[in-house]
């Protein structure tokens, strides 16, 4: 049997037999037709369908809305407090007016923060706390400058807590060498937008132009910044860039933390890793001089685990800390409360 | 490991190259298989690799006994018997206690719980078992001949590409093709074999998880005041096309991978929903367990032998354990069950003299019938596809109850209302029409064969292949990555 396209292409094409240089050109621009027709179908249904991760990759274009405004020093800020506080009714409700004068607390960052914001709920009845502040609206996860962003916001809104916490991890930090501050941006509607490494040339043009050449570029690891590569373990080694957002954005904390006199305090946390295995802690040597040079109090927890005895039972498999290590955390924040002088 | 894994390319790169340098020297390239195989069973559980070879020692052990034995039904029912005792003791240990405890009190619910919460069944046990009872019998049979190399035989058992979800192989189909003579002396990498595994992964990564994001949220809450008045057929008909897309994908890919190492096996899925029968359906969907079970299960009970009450019961019988084989949950037995009766009824029907009738009818009458017999067949499916996706019994029946009672406003609403999912589903069904008109139906291997001397249209199929597996990346949903669903049976 003989197929009805061989007929029409191919008996068309190779009626006299060809060279084998024209046979190779051939087979060539038979396989780019190939790729083109296949991939418009692929373009074609990726603009009718912008699939989600790919929204924030469109800067000012991007049809996301949501509740920021740009910020020149941390990228994206708060347009307002109303909508910030829509996004934790329950938390906010919960505690009434922000100028109501308990002693408070607020704990801002990760899930590791949650925890630790329970566990001083549990341990300190006198205090209000505010344990964990979510903002749903960025793409993707919180990230550090958002916290910082928030601290500012309820300060200027009047809250006046006893203390502000911000937690950071690891994990956290290396998120800004796949993806650095100045990448993050604020669409016309309000949403944040990233960023992603963009070749010049030919590849670079492409991306402008197709959506589905965007799509497949910002799922791969070729999107980050190239010192992402040299970032295996960010405990080990920060890059100089990340240093940099860092230094900015304690100093935007510190700047804020003057401004209403509202000590910071920062949490540094090891990851489990560092902890359970050989390793060193350039992150901490880093980051710890740079935000006290900010002017914030600065927790670094690692000291305390390391001199456990046992220390895995004080994590969960998840890597998260048990409810002995939310414990540890907490009684060695308030002995280092205790002993630390208040900023001026 | 899976296909889907982000190490599994350099694997199979890795070991093309090696299996290319090691062409010519038999014993380098069986070993190489055998090793990546084993590395690719053994990565995310050490201790799998003890349950197949366990598996392997037996088989292959009973094959040689079943050679020099005068008790050969005795040795048979002894092999037949481990494979399956170890098989029902991963598969159904956590359903038997949590129904003992259902029906006595003990153990306790919590023992249950704990016991479900830690039980990991060695990814595709369920495969190398009928892999093999089917050559133990085989061999008793005198079928196929006995092999005598364990290492050879492990890798009949091992491969990687089939071993997780099939296709259930027979000796002749793959064993046989392992022997000096007739193993590959290098790889082959046709364009039907990178077709087949583009497509593989087109259809499981992109048609398979954009329906699984639509639709999960609406299964994960059938019983749900959140989902009270929804229209539940259209998502029913997408979960039809998503295991359809997920499990051919997968067959697609390990057929493609087979072919790269010059191995041809079986097709597992003709049009399944293009069954004019239940009869007819189990012919076209997953096809090597139906053989499986016919020549293994149901022929041995009596098949067609004793009369047709006999042959209701065996393959009722045949049905019923070839729905528990899919997992350890009683509605996958009465999925089983809801087939068996199907087929029951099917078979009846072909007695009438209605069916005769009707059957002869030609021209636009014969068409219409056909096409009444097509979506008759398909909804049919359909309802059983209902237990088989919910393992919670009263779920089911609440999905199936959606199929009449719904309110008007929500006929048409949620994941399954997306016209952009349904667009895709239309341009794929458009793409596959064109290819079937253009190529008059022919089998891949063909189009392949005429193909390959015709360079224009050669670098066309590779283009659009590559753009294919590119695509299939590409257009992926984010977070909805799912296991293939097979992996669990």
Known sequence: MRLPCVRSLADMNESVPQPAWQRCGTFVFGLALGLVVTLAFGEFFVRLRMPEDLLPYLGAASPLTGIYKPDPALRTDYRSFAEFRAMNPELFDQFGSLDATPRTWVVLGPSFARALGVAMQAQMPDHRIYPYIRDMSGAGKDRFHQW?????????????????????????????????????????????????????????????????????????????????????????????????????????????????????????????????????????????????????DVFDFAPSVLAQPDKSVLYQPDSHYTEQGDALLLSELRAHLARSTPPP | MTFVDKNFPILLAALLLLWFCARGRYWTRLGLLLVASFYFYGYQHGWWLAVMLGYC??????????????????????????????LCFWKYTPLLLSTLTALVG????????????????????????????????????????????????????????????GPILRASEFLHHLRPESLPLRPTLSWEAGFLIARGFFKKM????????????FFANVSDVSTAGVWALPYVWLYALQIYFDFSGYTDIARGLGLCFGFRWPENFNWPYLATSIQDFWRRWHMTLSRFLRDYLYIPLG?????????????????????????????????????????????????????????????APGAIWTGMRIALSFHAVCFAWCFF????????????????????????????????????????????????????????????AQFAARSLVRGALWGNTAALLFMAWALSPVGHNSPFIYFAF
């Not at chain 1, 490494?197 to 043009?205: F, T």
């Not at chain 2, 020692?57 to 481990?82: I, M, N, Q, Y």
């Not at chain 2, 992109?206 to 949220?217: E, K, N, Q």
């Open chain 1, 148 to 296: 910082v962003a928030q601290a500012r916001l309820l300060l200027a809104q009047g809250l006046r807590p006893e203390r502000i916490f911000v937690v950071l991890i690891p994990q956290e930090v290396s998120r800004y060498s796949e993806l650095p501050l100045d990448w993050v941006g604020v669409s016309a509607g309000g949403a944040m937008t990233l960023g992603y490494r963009r070749p010049a040339g030919p590849i670079g043009a492409l991306l402008d132009v197709s959506r589905m050449g965007l799509l497949a570029w910002t799922r791969s690891t070729l999107r980050k910044p190239p010192y992402a590569k040299r970032t295996k373990y960010i405990t080990e080694n920060v890059p100089d860039e990340v240093t940099s957002d860092f230094r900015r954005m304690f100093g935007v904390l510190g700047e804020t933390s003057r401004q209403y006199r509202v000590p910071v305090t920062l949490v540094l946390l090891p990851d489990h890793r560092q902890i359970l295995h050989p390793s060193n802690f350039a992150l901490q040597r880093t980051l710890v001089p740079l935000a006290q040079a900010a002017g914030l």
């Open chain 2, 57 to 86: 020692v037996v088989d292959w052990g009973t094959g040689l006994w079943l050679e020099r034995t005068r008790h050969r039904r005795a040795v048979l029912a002894l092999g037949v018997s481990f494979n399956l005792t170890v």
């Open chain 2, 303 to 363: 098949g067609n032998r004793h009369g047709p009450w006999r042959a209701a019961l065996a393959l009722m019988v045949t049905m019923l354990l070839g729905g528990l084989w899919h997992g350890a949950s009683w509605t996958f037995m009465l999925w089983g069950g809801i087939h068996g009766l199907l087929l029951v009824v099917n078979r009846l029907w072909g007695m009438t003299a209605l069916h005769a009738r009707l059957a002869a009818l030609g021209g």
């Open chain 2, 389 to 448: 996706r919910l393992t919670n019994l009263k779920d089911s029946f609440t999905c199936l109850e959606k199929w009449i009672y719904f309110d008007a406003d929500k006929w048409w609403v949620g994941g399954a209302a997306d016209g952009t999912l349904w667009l895709l589903l239309g341009i794929y069904a458009l793409a596959t029409a064109a290819a079937v008109y253009l190529t008059r139906g022919a089998r891949l291997a063909e189009v392949s």
């Open chain 2, 206 to 217: 992109v048609l398979a998880d954009t329906i699984a994001a639509a639709i999960d949220p």
């Open chain 2, 106 to 165: 003990w153990p306790s619910a919590d023992f249950d719980a704990a016991l479900a919460d830690g039980w990991i069944i060695p990814m595709g046990v369920s495969f190398y078992t009928f892999m093999g009872i089917a050559y133990m019998v085989d061999v008793y049979r005198g079928v196929t001949p006995v092999e005598r190399n364990f290492w050879r035989y492990s890798l009949f058992t091992s491969f990687f590409p089939h071993l997780v979800a």
